[in-house]
């Protein structure tokens, strides 16, 4: 109860608490209360009159049965009534019931409003603090309206005393949060900078805490208070203890404000005067001075509010991130921390360093504590500690420690908390994949991690994995003998089954010539598995088995018996019923050459985002903080995993690395299932939804959940200039068998591109994504074709609709060409755009290729070797006898050979190891017909080339594209 | 089975505490106390689970009791052992208070090891107990023979009687009490009605008697009805009565019950409860609770009640009690009654009406003025009118038709017994919606 001033004690107030005091069962209370409650409504009934006093004891009453837990549907208007009192009690208790009990929507509020507008202009400070009390507490919003023009007054004029002005900052404070919105900016704001100068230090506490939100708003308005604010910390850190009288707490000179003020500095970049940053740098040394002196108490008080200070003061010097010294011995003084006895300590000290370790200047340092941190990692009791370590070891992670603190982890995670075994295994998987040592190590990383927890290792990751074993073709045979090896474990996780039998399904035969691992030994270990999987797994070692049928015919009858099985052929699951069905009648029926085809190699997977890490940051919001400061900062990146696997073609729109294409029936080349598909959904009205389903160009459209992978971003130029962009040209060439993907990419901004061509005409559609949380202003993007170009080709670009592209949104831009003679040059895209007041241009070549524009072509051999021969004119022919950049392999090319456009011709050329194609070049003003042969050489791994065509410039263009593709 | 029992006072004070089994741990006793006592809300539920341990919990007064296990017990069985343990201690003490509590606890711990073994509940019979557990502790004279007939009594065959009981004069009170359950609309539909009875018996008959006893049960007078006296039947109309279930002393044979519909036992000695039953039909309903409330304006009510008597003009009934519920934010009540006394009971939200006593067939109103402080709460809920009494006969209709008595090596015969018969009807939850 509020204290009553002597000799204005209420008695029968007390005698009735003393009574609820003295009951002895919850019945008798209730009892009790409900005597005292119809005794009050027979004291209030509209006729009788109370005195001031008697109304302020039975409001009082109210008050106390209400907060042990009663109901009160009466009395307000008593309460509202003893506001316009003048006895100081009897205002306090009415307030007090008002705070406590008056709703923010009650039909009362304007009396109340009015009663505090009262109050505010009165004489006594007493009855001014009351009432900005009143609003504090209760604070809605349309107290604020009413209010928010009387409040700053008080805070500004010089006469009001200093606790009034503590209670309105506190007070305009509260009304600001509520609704920030109705709190005017006026010329008050920059008076209330002022404040921090004030004599009276709790003014500058309170005054520090507003000014600190009203700047997180609006940070221009208040950039005078940053030199305020150093010289009062530095006047609070460098003095004297008897400077401070109440404001020494403990020893320390004023911790609250101190923490304060280094809160406000956060808001602002580091200060560009050098006196005022000599000065702050000043301060922050004193801090970090101190916390090496001896404790001046034992009390924890005094530690308390010192490292209160230390560890805002490191806060500060993480977020300026300019001064090397200070942020070493800012991680030295953490390091100390981290063995202190205190678990709050090192928690703090842990999380702290997280930050430190993404800073460039300290790097170093921390990393000098891994040993100690992955002690704390297998000694600490505390669980959120633990977990603080296993985020500092992800944060420290880089090349040079990667394969240490990998299997730290994957030592710890047999023993590690069911509750963070999770999220250690996606950090694991990530940083095996972001610092490879080399392949067969992530290889066996992954593997480990699929052994050791099983059961916490997502989708995502087993994915992953497949997908990296299937883009790089060096581990595809380490990866097979590796998983057969796994899979021989007695006991093994479905997550291993299922990654055991993607991998054998497509690389078995690399292993097979050793007798330990013949294709029946292989068929057998999986088929072991076969009855223990749940239904989807199942339905994935079936597209394995189809896929043995077309690697080793010779075990193709026990194949057959196991598709033919009846558990499976009458399923009760659908899916895996189909499955049997049309595999098994897929492999009676289609002829070896199909079954070549259909069930051929899976094509490399188109690079997109790390799944993996998209995951991790949706499960912990507040890492992708940490890591989106720490990949900004970083200016260069060690080439990782999606770098080098980028340059592979795109072939399938599969999301997930299941054989999809298996499991269509119709034997249809690869490629051309899948130009069905894009062909079904490529309508331009459709485009943008549709995208989601091809990856990389589609990831800022994905929403905000799966935020773009910034691992593989090389640095891009930023400066203003006309080169073109250094990823420009390889990405470029990429696009010549394929029409879908990123154009480009760099920390800011990701291009990607779907494009549909018909005859002549061909439609772009460029998407514009933001990766970074600020907007682009300006963003112009503009087509030109240079020199001879702007005659070959017509092309129309449709304006943006608005110049400015939000954080994490994307844009989209349509782009509609025409190819009017041949041409040899590309269109150029070049982009301006001004990011936080810096103007960025990038410069890309469009890709838009001469073969883009052709037209397959089927004829018999008589007619072809026709017209090989009518084309024999110096001019007509190019031929090309050229080492082979990528191994040579019959599948990849023939895909390649398709996605340029060229129609083959099997059975013309006697020899099956060549290829033989046909096309048109649909121009608007001519249509160039082209035929091709290729002719790999096995041993010397060499090609020859030879390109017959009616025009001399058409030949020489595309011999030079097709020389880039192989 | 039962892990432990605790006893608490209306503070959550551990007063008596016992342990049977291992699985309970001293927390149990924390655990009930912090989260059942001085729970935020009241606990409405005699079940609680905290943490895999379950608590069966009854209130006497002031003082809890409660059952702790950690095993899925049958919760019927603990409460009639809970219930059994109450009437147990009262028949030795009293009243169930902290005090009485206090001054006998070792009487209480003596009890507690007899009535349940490692958890299981044993013999509670209060007279059979009393032989051998007494306030003054055991006498030391207590014979070899006498101890000897101790045990065999307990192991034998009916354990709830000793042999060798003699009587000057043979005695037996029977009394059929029974609590009348109703809820009626306010245009006199009754909702729902039931009456629960119960057949006590003080019986003091020597030597080993065999007794049979016969009641209007509509299933028993079916069946031996026809044959025997069909004239009877008709005689009276409604005669018998439909029982819904009922529950006997372990004294009566089952399966004699079952093949015959007779009850026949060899009753303990001293007082007992022979059997519970329930109905559900034909209930004559002893009082009829008219009410009429008129709401004039948001600062008045106007309520009047009338009650009606309905039943023999002869008999007398006791002990009435109206209560009519008045809305939270009365702030006068004026009241007007022609008998009895009415009052407004600010602490329970209600005018209460008294009256001694009623006879048969006649009606008595009452009418009462609220006034309301105005409130901008939602509507009064209007809780129903409820009703307490006392009638001297049973609701139910049912009638004691006979109780014999035989003992065959003894020289008394049923003729020689004095037998008495009492019925007392009482009201229940009475209740009628206005």
Request: aromatic share 8%; with cysteine.
């Amino acid at each position: 109860m509020p204290t009553v001033a002597k000799g204005d004690g209420m008695r029968g107030l007390a005698v009735f608490i003393s009574d609820i005091r003295n009951c002895k069962s919850k019945e008798a209370e209730q009892k009790r209360i409900n005597k005292e409650l119809a005794n009050i409504r027979s004291k209030f009934k509209g006729d009788k009159t109370l005195d001031g006093y008697n109304k302020k004891k039975y409001v009082c009453k109210l008050l106390f049965i209400f907060l042990l837990g009663h109901d009160i549907d009466f009395g307000h208007m008593e309460a509202v009534n003893l506001l316009s009192s003048n006895k100081y009690t009897e205002k306090q208790i009415g307030y007090l019931f008002i705070s406590v009990l008056v709703n923010t929507d009650s039909a009362l509020i304007r009396l109340i409003i009015q009663a505090i507008k009262n109050d505010l202009e009165a004489r006594h400070p007493v009855h001014i603090c009351l009432a900005l009390q009143c609003i504090a507490n209760i604070g809605s919003k349309e107290m604020a309206e009413a209010l928010t023009k009387e409040i700053p007054k008080l805070i500004v004029s010089g006469e009001t005393i200093d606790a009034v002005k503590q209670s309105a900052c506190l007070c305009l404070l509260r009304l600001f949060r509520t609704s920030p919105e109705t709190v005017p900016p006026g010329e008050w704001t920059q008076r209330v900078g002022h404040l921090l100068n004030d004599q009276h230090l709790g003014v500058v506490t309170s005054a520090t805490s507003l000014i600190h939100t009203l700047a997180q708003k609006t940070p221009e308005d208040f950039k005078p208070c940053v030199q305020l604010a150093i010289s009062r910390l530095s006047r609070i850190v460098t003095s004297s203890y008897t400077d401070l009288q109440d404001y020494t707490y403990y020893f320390v000179p004023a911790p609250w404000l101190s923490v304060k003020l280094l809160r406000l500095l956060q808001v602002y970049p580091p200060p560009e005067d050098p006196a005022l940053r000599g000065r702050l740098n000043e301060c922050l040394e004193t801090i970090l001075n101190k916390a090496q002196e001896p404790p001046k108490s034992k009390k924890v008080q005094h530690s308390n509010a010192k490292n209160a200070v230390l560890f805002e003061a490191i806060n500060l010097i993480i977020h300026h991130d300019t001064e090397p010294s200070l942020l070493v011995r800012a991680c030295n003084q953490l390091g100390q921390f981290l063995q202190h006895r205190e678990t709050n300590l090192r928690y703090l000290a842990l999380e702290s360093m997280c930050l430190l370790a993404s800073s460039e200047f300290s790097h170093e340092a921390v990393k000098k504590h891994m040993d100690t941190v992955i002690t704390a990692l297998k000694t600490e009791r505390d669980v959120s500690v633990r977990q603080r370590a296993v985020d500092l070891l992800y944060g420290m992670c880089d090349k040079s420690n990667a394969e240490e603190i990998v299997a730290e982890m994957l030592s710890y995670l047999e023993t590690a908390d069911y509750s963070i075994r999770e999220e250690m295994v996606l950090k694991v998987a990530i940083l095996a994949e972001k610092y490879p040592v080399d392949y067969t190590w992530y290889v066996d990383t992954i593997l480990n991690l699929i052994r050791i927890a099983g059961d916490y290792v997502s989708d995502e990751v087993w994915y992953r994995v497949i997908q990296i074993v299937i883009n790089r073709d060096d581990v595809q045979g380490y990866a097979a003998k590796v998983v057969f090896e796994a899979l021989q474990a007695p006991a093994c996780h479905e997550n291993m089954v299922k990654v055991g039998g993607y991998i054998l399904g497509e690389f078995g035969n690399l292993i097979a010539g050793d007798q330990r691992s013949s294709p029946m030994v292989q068929f057998q270990l999986l088929h072991s598995k076969y009855h223990l999987c749940s239904a989807p797994t199942r339905g994935l070692l079936l597209s394995t088995y189809i896929k043995f049928i077309n690697l080793f015919p010779e075990i193709k009858g026990q194949l057959q018996d196991v598709l033919r099985n009846n558990n499976n052929l009458q399923n009760a699951d659908a899916e895996l019923q189909q499955r049997a069905i049309e595999y098994l009648q897929l492999s009676t029926v289609a002829s070896q050459d199909v079954l070549a085809t259909v069930l051929e190699e899976m094509p490399p997977f188109p690079e997109r985002e790390s799944s993996i890490l998209a995951k991790l940051k949706k499960k912990k919001p507040n890492v992708s903080d940490i890591e989106v400061v720490k990949e900004g900062k970083k200016s260069s990146n060690p080439p990782t995993l999606n770098n080098s696997a980028a340059n592979t073609p795109e072939a399938t729109p599969a999301s997930a690395p299941v054989p999809v294409m298996a499991a269509a029936p119709a034997p249809a080349p690869v490629q051309s299932a899948s130009d069905d598909l894009l062909g079904l959904s490529a309508g331009p009205a459709a485009a943008a939804p549709v995208t989601n389903n091809f990856a990389a160009p589609a990831a800022p459209a994905g929403g905000g959940g799966l935020l773009v992978d910034v691992f593989d971003t090389p640095p891009a130029q930023n400066n203003v200039s006309t080169a073109l962009a250094p990823q420009a040209e390889e990405n470029f060439f990429k696009f010549a068998i394929k029409n879908n993907g990123v154009l480009f990419e760099n920390e800011l901004l990701q291009i990607g591109v779907k494009a549909e061509y018909k005859g002549n005409l061909g439609r772009l559609g460029l998407f514009y994504g933001n990766k970074t949380s600020y907007p682009f202003q300006f963003f112009t993007p503009t087509v030109s074709c240079p020199g001879e170009l702007a005659s070959a080709m017509n092309v129309q670009t449709k304006p943006l609709d608005v110049n400015t592209v939000e954080g994490g949104a994307q844009v989209q831009q349509i782009i509609n060409v025409e190819c009017i003679a041949d041409f040899v040059d590309a269109p150029i895209l070049s982009i301006k755009f001004s990011y936080s007041g810096s103007m960025q241009q990038i410069n890309l070549m469009l890709p838009v290729m001469l073969n883009k524009f052709f037209e397959p072509v089927e004829m018999d051999a008589t007619s072809f070797f026709n017209r090989w021969k009518q084309l024999s004119s110096p001019g007509q022919e190019e031929q090309k006898i050229f080492k082979a950049s990528f191994p040579i392999n019959s599948d990849t090319s023939r895909t390649k050979l398709l996605g340029f456009g060229f129609g083959l011709l099997d059975g013309v050329d006697p020899n099956p190891d060549n290829f033989v194609g046909a096309g048109i070049i649909k121009a608007q003003s001519s249509q160039v017909g082209c035929l091709l042969r290729l002719e790999p050489n096995m041993q010397a791994q060499m090609y020859r080339l030879t390109l017959r065509t009616s025009s001399k410039s058409v030949t020489t263009r595309l011999a030079d594209l097709l020389l880039k593709l192989f | 089975m039962i892990g432990g029992l605790f006893i608490y006072n209306h503070k959550g004070e551990v007063l008596i505490s016992r342990v049977y089994r291992d699985d309970i741990g001293r927390n149990a006793v924390d655990a009930f106390r912090v989260n059942v006592i001085h729970a935020r809300q009241q606990v409405r539920s005699p079940v609680t689970n905290i943490a895999r341990t379950s608590f069966f919990h009854i209130k006497r007064s002031n003082i809890w009791l409660a059952c702790v296990t950690k095993q899925n017990v049958n919760a019927g069985l603990v409460f009639e052992f809970l219930n059994k343990m109450v009437e147990v201690m009262q028949s030795y003490f009293g009243k169930i208070s902290e005090d009485n509590i206090k001054n006998n606890f070792v009487l209480i711990y003596e009890l507690l090891d007899e009535i349940l073994d490692f958890g299981y509940p044993q013999n509670a019979d209060t007279s059979i107990l009393k032989t051998f557990i007494t306030q003054t502790g055991i006498k030391a004279q207590v014979t070899k023979e006498e101890q000897s007939q101790i045990t065999s009594q307990v192991t034998g065959q009916i354990s709830w009687r000793r042999e060798g009981i003699k009587y000057r004069r043979n005695e037996l009170f029977l009394d059929v009490l029974e609590n009348v359950n109703l809820l009626m609309s306010p245009q006199g539909q009754v909702l729902s009605a039931h009456v629960a009875g119960r057949i006590v018996m003080k019986s003091y008959l020597s030597g080993m008697p065999e007794c049979k006893f016969g009641i209007n049960d509509k299933l028993v007078l079916d069946k031996s009805g026809r044959s025997d006296d069909p004239s009877k039947v008709s005689a009276t109309g409604k005669s018998s009565i439909a029982i819904d279930d009922c529950t006997f002393h372990q004294c009566v044979r089952l399966s004699k019950f079952e093949t015959e519909h007779s009850i026949s036992f060899i009753p303990p000695d001293g007082e007992y409860e022979l059997m519970r039953y329930r109905t559900t039909k034909d209930i004559s309903l002893p009082f009829r609770v008219i009410p009429l409330v008129r709401e004039v304006g948001r600062t008045k009510m106007e309520v009047k009640v009338v009650i009606k008597s309905n039943f023999k003009p002869s008999l007398l009934a006791q002990k009435i009690e109206v209560r009519i519920p008045t809305p939270l934010n009365t702030s006068g009540v004026q009241v007007i009654c022609m008998k009895g006394k009415a009052k407004y009971k600010a602490s329970e939200n209600a005018i209460v009406w008294k009256l001694k006593r009623m006879g048969g067939m006649k009606e008595s109103q009452i009418s009462a003025e609220i006034e309301l402080l105005p409130s901008d709460k939602k509507k009064w809920s209007r809780p129903p009118i409820s009703m307490n009494f006392e009638v001297p006969f049973a609701p139910s209709g049912l009638k004691v038709r006979y109780l014999k008595v035989f003992e065959p090596k003894l020289n008394y015969s049923d003729h020689d017994v004095i037998k008495w018969v009492r019925y007392i009807g009482r009201s229940g939850l009475y209740e009628t919606r206005c």
